[in-house]
């Protein structure tokens, strides 16, 4: 599979957080693309037992290895989304309309699971090699 | 409450032979905790854990707005970012959730953790970073 380009971009502003300074940061990297395991913008209902989002084992040995670029966001609008590593650890909890964009690794999979009933997650997964 | 936006933006004409990627995705959210900080950290170096938070994230979950990202340009100079479970303790040795490479960031609402550990794999690469606390306890 020939390698392929994202470009990324996260800005975040706001007026009020602090009271002497406002928050106005943007950031973008074009980032390349070149693990086996390329899935697409997928969504899928969730249960209140973890999911592996991953349809293969992540894995490569980039920078420190199993590593994936991952967005995910949470499209219902009543109940929570929790993520949790290959051992379990929940690391990111979405609320409904949040959404993240990282870099994993060290791990072999991204798990997902509701915090109550079956609300679907929307995401995006790239290996890197 | 202060209100932040955030917006996130994904696009790739080569990914795919019969998808290209191209969305955007906005949002207004309110961090209410009772820590918010701008943070610019010079990384200790190989096996040395550095945090960015000031005192145990907590508030339901322990919840995090968190934008970190790695300004280095050198190859080699990532940065490691574990789950810091109790803050003042290091994550477990090479257990780790993200990897930032040199000018890479990420955008993550974190939960289930009371810090973040950051670790160097070379050099002394600078973070620049956002927290802001979801929620007081």
């Keep these: ?129 | 409450m202060a209100t932040v936006n955030v917006t996130l933006s994904l696009s790739s004409t080569d990914l795919f032979a019969k998808q290209a990627i191209n969305f955007t995705e906005t949002d207004s959210i309110s961090p209410a905790g009772d820590q918010m900080i701008v943070g610019r950290l010079v990384t200790t170096g190989s096996g040395t854990e550095d945090n960015i938070s000031l005192k145990a994230l907590d508030g339901t979950n322990d919840r995090a707005y968190v934008f970190i990202h790695n300004l280095s340009s050198t190859t080699g100079e990532y940065v490691k970012l574990g789950l810091c479970g109790t803050h003042g303790t290091d994550s477990a040795s090479g257990d780790w959730f993200s990897v930032l490479g040199p000018g890479e960031f990420l955008f993550m609402p974190v939960s289930d953790m009371q810090d973040i550990d950051i670790e160097a794999a070379a050099g002394n690469p600078v973070v620049e970073y956002v927290l802001m606390e979801k929620a007081a306890a």
Excluded: W
């Excluded at chain 1, 392929?4 to 406002?22: G, Y």
């Excluded at chain 1, 209902?45 to 084992?57: E, G, H, L, Q």
């Excluded at chain 1, 679907?120 to 090699?129: I, Q």
């Design chain 1, 1 to 129: 599979m020939a390698n392929a380009s994202l470009k990324v971009t996260v800005s975040l502003s706001s007026t009020d957080l602090f009271s002497t300074i406002n928050l106005s940061k943007t950031v973008s990297d074009t980032l390349t693309i070149d693990g086996d395991n390329r899935q697409g913008l997928t969504t899928m209902k969730t249960t209140t037992s973890f999911d592996d989002i991953n349809v293969n084992a992540l894995a490569g040995s980039t920078q420190g290895g199993k590593k994936a670029y991952v967005y995910a966001k949470n499209i219902d609008a009543t109940d929570d989304l929790i993520f949790a590593d290959d051992g379990d650890q929940v690391f990111a909890r979405l609320s409904p309309g949040e959404f993240f964009f990282y870099p994993s690794a060290d791990n072999t999979k991204i798990q997902v699971k509701s915090s109550a009933n079956t609300p679907s997650v929307e995401f995006l997964l790239l290996e890197v090699d």
